[in-house]
Every structure is written in C-alpha cells, then in structure tokens.
C-alpha cells in the first residue's frame, strides 16, 4: 500500500512539473514569434512550438516522478500554483474583464483609425458613407478615383473580438464621423461603449488602478525565474552525485 500511495504521489509531481515546463515553455515560443490576433503564425512555427512543449512536458515528467529532494517538490507546488493562476488571470484579462490595458488599446487603434479616415478624406476629398464603413479603408470603392490605400493591411478589430463601428456625419464632438468599440459586451450604445476621441475616466478616490496586464508580466516573469532556478538545482545535484561517485 505505501508502495502504491508512494508511485501516486511520484506521477502527481511529475505531471506538475510536466504542466509547468509547458506553459513556461509556451510562454517563451509566445515571446518569440508574432501574436497570432497581430499576424499569421506559419505552420513550421506551429510545430515548433509543439515540438517545444512536448519536449518540455517530457523533461518535466521525469524531473517530477524521480526528485526526491523537498527543495525541488517545494518549487514544484509553487511553479504549478503560478502557472494555474497564470492561465487563470490570462483567461479574465483576455477574454471576459474590461481591464485598463485593454482600454488602452482601444484608444490606439481608434486614433490610428481616425488618421487613416483623414488621408482618405483627403485623397478622395470624403469620407466613406456608412455604406462603405470600414471597408473603404482597405477596398477601393466604386467611383473613387483618388484612392492611395489600403490605409489597413486588415481590418481592425478591438481586443474583444468586434470589429470597430463607424458612422458618419457624426453625432458628438466630432462632426465629420463617429468611431467607436462596442466594449466586452459587444453591444452599441451601452455604457462600456468606447468612443473617439477617448477621454479616461476621472479616478474619483485618487488611487492608481491595477493593470491586470502587469500582473500577467509578473507572474510570468516568476514562472521563468523559478523554472530556471529548479533546472539549475536540479543539474547541481546531479553534477554533485556524480563527483561523490
């Protein structure tokens, strides 16, 4: 029975290991090559990330299922605890929460948007009709003559997933034309609409707002810090096992 119990606990370490070494390593092929939603990831990048992670999974296993030392299980717990809550914030920043950074890339692109509605303004002397939309920007119109676009490689779309709305003439402080992100919601005209120009919210209690982005750097950046402190413990010990042999 301890033999068994012994065994279960030997996998369970090893699959925590093997987790962290992927994500770690994914975090790394991540810092690498091109985020996906910013440009195409070419199918032998795709693989070496695979392959990558794969490897590492292995390594991990075995450094998990044959460490006896408390030292490395103690880095173990802490790295597989980070990497959950990793993949956890990373979920809520990147998909569900109106985090302050993403506000911040809104209000990029809709001014990089703005600019390039004003050099087609003044190759074709107008702005697109709410026909045309968006699409003007990277299409030829019909009966356009003075076109030097495409002012966008493709069209944009805000960090949830929705393509930017555009109305002219405007309707706000901006007569000319309207532009905005529609928010997490995905809807217009609701309160988390974001509109151009963005003008932030003032902070009523004067206190700094938490970025959920910098805590994803942070935690990141302690995934790869203890990953490469348990790998140099780890080859330490066993460059010291084999002098006392």
Not at 198 to 207: A, E, I, S, W
Request: glycine fraction near 6%; charge should be positive; aromatic fraction near 12%.
């Amino acid at each position: 029975m301890k033999a068994i119990f012994t065994i279960l606990v030997r996998i369970i370490f090893g699959l925590l290991t093997a987790f962290s070494f992927i994500t770690a390593s994914l975090l790394i092929s991540w810092r690498i090559y091109p985020h996906p939603l910013t440009d195409c990831i070419n199918m032998n990048q795709i693989l070496i990330m695979l392959l990558a992670s794969l490897i590492a999974g292995f390594l991990g296993f075995r450094i998990g299922y044959r460490t006896k030392l408390i030292i490395i299980k103690l880095a173990i717990i802490i790295l597989s605890a980070l990497c959950l809550y990793l993949w956890e914030i990373s979920g809520v920043v990147h998909q569900y929460n109106f985090g302050p950074s993403k506000v911040h890339i809104v209000s990029g692109d809709l001014a990089t948007i703005a600019m390039a509605l004003q050099r087609f303004e003044i190759d074709a002397e107008r702005f697109p009709t709410n026909e045309e939309g968006l699409n003007a920007l990277l299409v030829r119109p019909a009966n356009t003559s003075n076109w030097n676009g495409p002012y966008f490689i493709k069209r944009p779309i805000d960090p949830w997933g929705n393509p930017y709305q555009y109305r002219t003439p405007g309707t706000g402080e901006n007569k000319d034309f309207d532009l905005w992100s529609m928010g997490p919601d995905g809807k217009s005209g609701t309160e988390d609409d974001i509109t151009y120009p963005y003008y932030p919210k003032p902070n009523p209690n004067n206190m700094p707002e938490t970025n959920p982005e910098m805590i994803r750097v942070g935690v990141e950046f302690m995934i790869l810090l203890i990953t490469a402190t348990l790998l140099i413990i780890i080859i330490n010990q066993k460059c010291t096992n084999k002098k006392s042999k």
